[in-house]
């Protein structure tokens, strides 16, 4: 069985349009993208499955999993074709040697492919888009905070990760508490929490926002002598809490570094990047 999980994403409706396809065969995946200059969301859901189904050879068995409801019902409920009619006959044409079966997922509800085929589809509709600016940038090029007054307060969080390299007996030393300055992980973790609490008054653009929750844990990896590091933090606030994720892991890894140089002026932080965010109106973005 192969699946197939797609996507289709439009800025303005009609606009510029992206659309993704991820397909897993035997343990592989692939994945496909494409943007189209001005056409329609609908166009584009129904070009992904398209070009999923082109790339599969003839008489395979094939699952596509999509949260278009236009697509999925259209195929499988009968519901009337009043546009778009050339890509329906493809995807008929395309149906016809295959063995397909349509299954609708509600978006972002989270599923690995179906999020990064959104991700995708997303970032194709804004490619080399001359009206997408950083939002740190006024219409003036000039820099300013970005004013979130307007933006609903929904809960949000956010997880990030990162990886201090050692020397092996540095990491038996972490791991056995024996370190000249005490309990290394123990004061990193109290750091990373510390960090996050600070993360606007060291990012000059963050906003300032009451935390909920913010957890930082390790792990020891031995057999590549490392220390990885988590960090979940959760608020309801009108923004994202991505950058107070991402300084926990940071203010955690400097603080290792820190407790350890004295024994290993080797020490390397590397890998510092986000890998799930939840909450406003982009909803769930998972990377790993």
């Given at each position: 069985m192969i699946n197939i999980y797609t996507d289709g994403s439009c800025s303005?409706?009609?606009?510029?349009?992206?659309?993704?396809?991820?397909v897993v065969q035997d343990g592989r995946q692939v994945e496909l993208k494409g943007s189209?200059?001005?056409?329609?969301?609908?166009?584009?859901?129904?070009?992904?499955?398209?070009?999923?189904?082109?790339?599969?050879?003839?008489?395979?068995?094939?699952?596509?999993?999509?949260?278009s409801?236009?697509?999925?019902?259209?195929?499988?409920?009968?519901?009337?074709?009043?546009?778009?009619?050339?890509?329906?006959?493809?995807?008929?044409?395309?149906?016809?040697?295959?063995?397909?079966?349509?299954?609708?997922?509600?978006?972002?509800?989270?599923?690995?492919?179906?999020?990064?085929?959104?991700?995708?589809?997303?970032?194709?509709?804004?490619?080399?888009?001359?009206?997408?600016?950083?939002?740190?940038?006024?219409s003036?090029?000039?820099?300013?905070?970005?004013d979130i007054s307007d933006k609903q307060i929904t809960q949000r969080a956010a997880v990030a990760k990162g990886v201090v390299k050692m020397n092996p007996s540095t990491l038996e030393l972490i791991e056995q508490g024996q370190a000249a300055k005490g309990d290394v992980l123990a004061v990193a973790q109290m750091a990373g929490i510390m960090a996050a609490k600070k993360t606007s008054e060291l990012i000059p653009l963050?906003?300032?926002?009451?935390?909920?929750?913010?957890?930082?844990?390790?792990?020891?990896?031995r057999e590549g002598s490392m220390v990885e590091i988590t960090a979940t933090v959760r608020a309801a606030e009108r923004t994202g809490v991505e950058m107070e994720a991402l300084t926990a892991v940071a203010g955690s890894a400097l603080t290792i570094y820190d407790m350890c140089k004295a024994v290993d002026r080797g020490m390397m932080i590397e890998g510092i990047r986000l890998v799930r965010k939840s909450g406003g109106k982009s909803g769930t973005i998972t990377l790993e």
């Amino acid at each position: 069985m192969i699946n197939i999980y797609t996507d289709g994403s439009c800025s303005g409706n009609p606009g510029r349009g992206g659309w993704a396809a991820i397909v897993v065969q035997d343990g592989r995946q692939v994945e496909l993208k494409g943007s189209v200059e001005r056409t329609t969301s609908n166009r584009m859901e129904l070009t992904a499955a398209i070009e999923g189904l082109t790339h599969v050879p003839e008489g395979s068995e094939v699952s596509i999993h999509s949260d278009s409801e236009y697509l999925v019902n259209t195929m499988t409920r009968n519901w009337k074709r009043r546009a778009n009619l050339d890509l329906w006959q493809r995807l008929d044409e395309l149906k016809a040697t295959r063995k397909v079966k349509w299954i609708w997922v509600e978006g972002h509800s989270s599923h690995p492919g179906n999020e990064r085929a959104n991700r995708l589809a997303m970032e194709m509709s804004a490619y080399k888009n001359p009206r997408k600016r950083p939002t740190h940038f006024n219409s003036s090029g000039q820099v300013h905070m970005v004013d979130i007054s307007d933006k609903q307060i929904t809960q949000r969080a956010a997880v990030a990760k990162g990886v201090v390299k050692m020397n092996p007996s540095t990491l038996e030393l972490i791991e056995q508490g024996q370190a000249a300055k005490g309990d290394v992980l123990a004061v990193a973790q109290m750091a990373g929490i510390m960090a996050a609490k600070k993360t606007s008054e060291l990012i000059p653009l963050c906003h300032p926002l009451r935390l909920g929750s913010v957890a930082v844990e390790f792990q020891l990896d031995r057999e590549g002598s490392m220390v990885e590091i988590t960090a979940t933090v959760r608020a309801a606030e009108r923004t994202g809490v991505e950058m107070e994720a991402l300084t926990a892991v940071a203010g955690s890894a400097l603080t290792i570094y820190d407790m350890c140089k004295a024994v290993d002026r080797g020490m390397m932080i590397e890998g510092i990047r986000l890998v799930r965010k939840s909450g406003g109106k982009s909803g769930t973005i998972t990377l790993e």
